[in-house]
């Protein structure tokens, strides 16, 4: 099933070399400065998580570490609590800080394809293996029971109509039908202070995210508002995060 996978993938590289540049999008440009600066006292989170996740394939930046670690920080201080949730975890890069961020009595739910067949082109596939060894990587003495994997395509995800969420990460299939689909699942589940971060909005070669995101807010608007509207250094797209409306 993989190798099948890996040589449709690179095929898909070939007709659209621009969704393929995604899977070696990790490890910043030659040129990128150092982070922090050489001369800065790099901070616990930096020395926690950055500087572990670095070795995580994937395209989750400084910029996002530290915008989701001071929200789900400012909600836990606000006393908003509850299970996080991605869709779309790849090898665990955005995972691992999600579950550093992890609460007393928290838990996390990632749904992932992994190998089953997606439109979008990565020249790598992860394995449940990789993304427990990558979470690992960053925190080392989790407890994986507080880890709930699906791995399947979202829209067979099926989530118990009582489940809440107080995080939603969406950074799975990049169409306009998969977005959409995920955002409202996403909303579907979201506690009330709770917040979905949608990955790659306005990106110029995923154009489906911005259209499946803007649906949702065209029909949705009343019930849900943009918090916040992020450009990061490096990426060409835009950290989106939504919240409830009043
Ligand atoms: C852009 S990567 C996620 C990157 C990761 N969040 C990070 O920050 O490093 C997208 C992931 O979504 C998964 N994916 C794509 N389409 C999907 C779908 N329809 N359902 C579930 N997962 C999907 C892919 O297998 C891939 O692992």
Redo the contacts with the bound molecule.
Sequence with gaps: MNMIRRMRAAAKAFLNPQAAR?AGA?PPPAGSPPFPRADAEPCALVNAVVSRFDR?????NVD?CMHFYLILEMQALLGVTGDLL??????????SLLVFCLKRDEKILV????D?E???A?AS??TIDDLKRNIGLVNPDFDFDRLEIHS????D?RIPADRRFRFA?V????DAE?AYH?ISLAASRLLPRGIIAI??YKHPDWPGVTEGTDRFLQERGSEFRVLADMNRHVAKGRKLYLTRAG
């Design positions: 995604r990790s995580i394939p994937g395209f989750f996002d991605e869709i779309g975890p790849y090898f665990g890069r955005s995972t749904c992932d394809a992994f089953a997606i439109e979008d990565y596939t992860p399947c395509l979202s829209k995800l990460h950074d799975g299939g990049h998969t995920d990955d790659d």
